[in-house]
């Protein structure tokens, strides 16, 4: 029986999933998605400094066509890099949409209204949109993606870039101004890649708790193929002391041992109980983000030459306060210590990156635990659900917003597993 399905999102999670249902069913689809939100926020980016962190020939839409990424490039933009401008692969997301909205035009229906409620009935449920209309689906999937970025300052500063990622954001910025950055993970890559674009050759300060730099892709090191099953269930500290022996192993080849770990580290995490993931959080998160989620070689090579050259200090410290502007005095605080240091700069910038545990702070989120129809995990970072992405009888998720049960459904790869996954279920 062919039943109606809305998926709320249309980041690469909504239009994947509705792409395989699509593909595999003969339900209808609603998709809730606002304008120019099409491709999501991890792919928002217009600047072409800042590029995927995965080769060009392993990206695609879904596993039939994995690689037609590189195929999309190769006849849109001419020369294919190893690792593209993630603006390109928005744009390939949006051409995806596009193809799929044209081969059904009678089944897929689009709705450019924000979701903030859903009531459950005897036969499914109601979506409630921003502009009071409601709509009704049989089943309904949350896709609602990564989360918005965090503001640094309380109060607005016209000197505090708070989003990087805005056209012409970083234009204001002189040659030789001093700047600050807060963060020193992926978004402050994406930050001095673009400052590299424009030639700037002022001091950068860049600060972090711990100060950790992500690491470059090195495709020297050979694959490694290890069979982790036996570690579900565990704890992390007894998959951690598993790691180091695979390290000695391997011949310290840890981006290889990383990798290996992949196609279990769903299972891995799903096997955690709350404490264990808290502990993970707090204490190992941070290690594990510079090593898995490693940025392209080029990226890396001009991280380093910043560093290397003395334009580029990396700070173990946070941030007290910042006061005035033009220039800003910044007041940071090095870590285990008692002093506070304070910086003169003509800028900062916020690289701070999504806050993970805010994905659940959104209107539709707090609405949907009130009511019982969703319950957050302890973590804070996402909704509870089954290794499907299950939440409740006829409503599930799919992507970032799964973060509490299925650690790596941020990653496209495993987005694209999840999606098809769903579909067949639903």
């Not at 941020?410 to 067949?424: F, G």
Request: proline share 5%; aromatic share 8%.
């Amino acid at each position: 029986m062919s039943k109606s399905i809305a998926i709320i999102g249309t980041g690469y999670s909504g239009i994947i999933l509705a792409w395989e249902i699509l593909t595999r069913t003969d339900h209808q689809v609603l998709i809730f998605g606002l304008e120019g939100t099409d491709g999501g926020l991890a792919y928002s980016s217009t600047d072409v400094s800042h590029l995927l962190n995965v080769p060009s020939e392993k990206m695609g839409f879904n596993n039939a066509n994995h690689g037609d990424f590189f195929h999309w490039v190769q006849a849109n933009m001419g020369s294919v890099p190893q690792f593209s401008p993630r603006f390109y692969f928005k744009q390939y997301l949006i051409d995806c949409f596009k193809e799929l909205v044209n081969q059904h035009p009678t089944r897929l229906q689009i709705i450019r209204q924000s979701v903030h409620n859903l009531i459950r009935n005897q036969r499914g449920f109601l979506i409630l949109t921003e502009d009071q209309k409601n709509y009704f689906c049989h089943t309904c999937v949350l896709a609602s993606g990564n989360p918005a970025y965090t503001n640094l300052a309380k109060l607005a500063n016209p000197h505090i870039i708070e989003n990087i990622y805005e056209p012409l954001a970083l234009d204001k910025i002189s040659s030789h101004d001093r700047v600050m950055i807060a963060g020193s993970s992926l978004s402050m890559v994406d930050a001095l890649l673009s400052l590299h674009q424009k030639k700037h050759r002022g001091p950068i300060i860049a600060f972090s708790r711990r100060g950790f730099l992500p690491h470059g892709h090195d495709f020297s090191h050979p694959p490694v193929l290890i069979d982790w099953s036996n570690q579900i269930g565990t704890p992390w500290s007894s998959i951690l002391k598993r790691f180091h022996q695979e390290l000695k192993n391997h011949s310290h080849n840890w981006r290889g041992v990383i990798d290996s770990l992949r196609p279990y580290t769903q299972s891995l995490w799903y096997g955690l109980n709350t404490a264990q993931k808290n502990s993970f959080l707090q204490h190992l998160r941070p290690y594990w983000d510079i090593h898995r989620h490693r940025i392209a070689p080029e990226a890396h090579k001009i991280v380093s030459n910043m560093l290397s050259s003395g334009q580029l200090k990396i700070k173990m410290a946070r941030m007290i306060k910042i006061h005035g502007n033009d220039p800003c005095s910044a007041f940071l605080k090095p870590r285990g210590e008692k002093r506070i240091d304070e910086y003169q700069v003509e800028w900062v910038l916020n690289c701070l990156g999504p806050a993970i545990q805010a994905c659940l702070d959104r209107p539709l989120m707090k609405n949907l635990i009130q009511s019982g129809l969703g319950t957050a995990c302890k973590t804070g970072i996402g909704l509870i659900t089954d290794p499907i992405g299950k939440v409740s009888e006829n409503l599930y998720a799919i992507g970032p917003i799964c973060r509490a049960s299925l650690w790596e459904c941020i990653a496209v790869p495993d987005i694209r597993i999840q999606a098809e996954k769903l579909a067949k279920e639903v």
